[in-house]
């Protein structure tokens, strides 16, 4: 059994920023790709940031330059430091992880962006 854990969201206002925190625990033997997706209200699921074992981070174009995703391998965690965030980035975050061909996802931490 695998289990994510997420931390880190909450009301910022634009401009502000944010740090999301997952945490993998459980029968891991490896992890393939880490990564952050987001589904805002009415809206689909979109992968904001990812990043593969070894490899540099892939990012949405909606976040370039403001988003950065970082792994430890040792401790099973991935976060994304979110700078100059804007209202459209509010929605609810969520942790994934592949490993070993299968899917895992965490519970979802909502981000609110709002003066």
């Known amino acids: 059994q695998v289990q994510l854990v997420e931390s880190g969201g909450g009301l910022v206002q634009p401009g502000g920023s944010l740090r999301l925190s997952c945490a993998a625990s ?17 809206k689909e699921r979109e992968l904001v940031a990812g990043i593969v074992s070894g490899g540099s981070g ?21 976060s994304l430091q979110m700078n100059s965030l804007k209202p459209e980035d509010t ?5 994934n992880i592949v490993a070993s061909q299968k899917d895992y996802w965490g519970q979802g931490t909502q981000v609110t962006v709002s003066s």
């Open 58 to 78: 892939v990012y949405a174009d909606s976040v370039k330059g403001r988003f950065t995703i970082s792994r430890d391998n040792v401790k099973n965690t991935v």
């Open 26 to 42: 459980g029968s891991i033997f490896s992890i393939d790709f880490m990564g952050w997706y987001r589904q805002a209200p009415g």
């Open 91 to 95: 929605a609810v975050y969520y942790c």
